[in-house]
């Protein structure tokens, strides 16, 4: 099983940008979907941005999109997410993912958007001030 540590989190003023990296351990990093969700004080964890396995397909939540970008770098067994033009509303813990699937049904988890078939690493805290 893929362990994984978030990295890069912290308190930057609106505006601003963070770069948020997850490092992966485990020969079959490159074999697996990775994703970011992240969770608001008394909120659901709700899902930010996904990538195939191969970076060939992205996937963003429509809050993030056209300022969030994912990637990942399967030599370095890491996936990033570019945090651009970050507001309050963006304050969140961070938590980076892995979707243990493949073939059709995990192309309509990720479709969905939902944490199906997912184990989380422990979060990293993003804090957005005004």
């Known amino acids: 099983q893929v362990q994984l540590v978030e990295s890069g989190g912290g308190l930057v003023q609106a505006g601003g940008s963070l770069r948020l990296s997850c490092a992966a351990s485990?020969?079959?990093?490159?074999?697996?979907?990775m994703g970011w969700f992240r969770q608001a004080p008394g909120k659901e964890r709700e899902f930010a941005a996904a990538?195939?396995?191969?970076?060939?397909?992205?996937y963003y939540a429509d809050s993030v999109k056209g300022r969030f970008t994912i990637s990942r770098d399967n030599a370095k067994n890491t996936v990033y997410l570019q945090m651009d033009r970050l507001k309050p509303e963006d304050t969140a813990v961070y938590y980076c993912?892995?979707?243990?699937?493949?073939?059709?049904?995990?192309?309509?988890?990720?479709?969905?958007?939902?944490?199906?078939?997912?184990?989380w690493g422990q979060g990293t805290q993003v804090t957005v001030s005004s």
């Open positions: 485990g020969r079959t990093f490159i074999t697996w979907p």
């Open positions: 990538v195939s396995w191969d970076a060939g397909t992205l």
């Open positions: 993912a892995v979707y243990y699937c493949s073939g059709v049904g995990c192309e309509e988890i990720l479709r969905r958007r939902t944490p199906d078939k997912v184990v």
